[in-house]
């Protein structure tokens, strides 16, 4: 669907647009946001990409920042509140204490957090988040960090934006890959163990 494996100026200018904060590239490949207020401040795809989404690619926190690496899929950017609007967001210590986490936007009363990683700053970390139907994943460095079914999920049919954020920090995102999700049935039966 699409692929990315180095930000350039050109890039930036033609498949995303800036939606707050300051967005720029380095030539090591790497597309870094700085936002020193309390919002995400986002950068968000011209493209869109409907039903079963994934979405990986590579982020660290640009030191001193230490927080906040967050991504966005099924999404849009409310332009009368000049703010993310509908969104499933992923993220690392976005919710502080080192949590992997998950909230459904705008509302944000749905959310959902583990401490399962040990988050060090600065350190560049491989996330794969997306969802099947109801079934949202977040994957932190190839392994499972949260499984979620959502019962009302949004209409992922009609929003499809994808974005990065810088929220009150200083990110950079880098080998970004959007595709369709797929998933093999694996039905087991379940059956005494004994």
Known sequence: MYRCPAFSSEVLDRDFEIKGGKWYTDE?????????????AM???????????????????????????????HG???????ARGIA??????????????FEKSPVSDYFI?????????????????????NDIFIAIDNVLALEIYDPEPM??????????????????YRNLTVR???AVSCCKPYDPEF
């Open 28 to 40: 090591e490949g790497w597309l870094i946001g700085e936002n020193r207020e309390n919002f995400a």
């Open 43 to 73: 950068v968000m795809s011209k493209g869109e990409y409907f039903g079963d989404v994934l979405v990986e690619f590579d982020a660290a926190t640009v030191l001193p920042a230490t927080r906040d690496i967050n991504v966005t899929w």
């Open 76 to 82: 849009e950017w409310d332009e009368e509140k000049n």
């Open 88 to 101: 499933y967001v992923a993220g690392i210590e976005g919710w502080w204490q080192g949590m992997v986490g």
């Open 113 to 133: 957090n583990t401490k399962l990683l040990d988050f060090v700053p600065g350190k560049i970390y491989h996330m794969t988040v997306g969802n099947i139907k």
């Open 155 to 172: 209409d992922y049919m009609k929003y499809g934006k994808i974005g990065f954020e810088a929220y009150c920090t200083k990110v950079k």
């Open 180 to 182: 369709k999700a797929k």
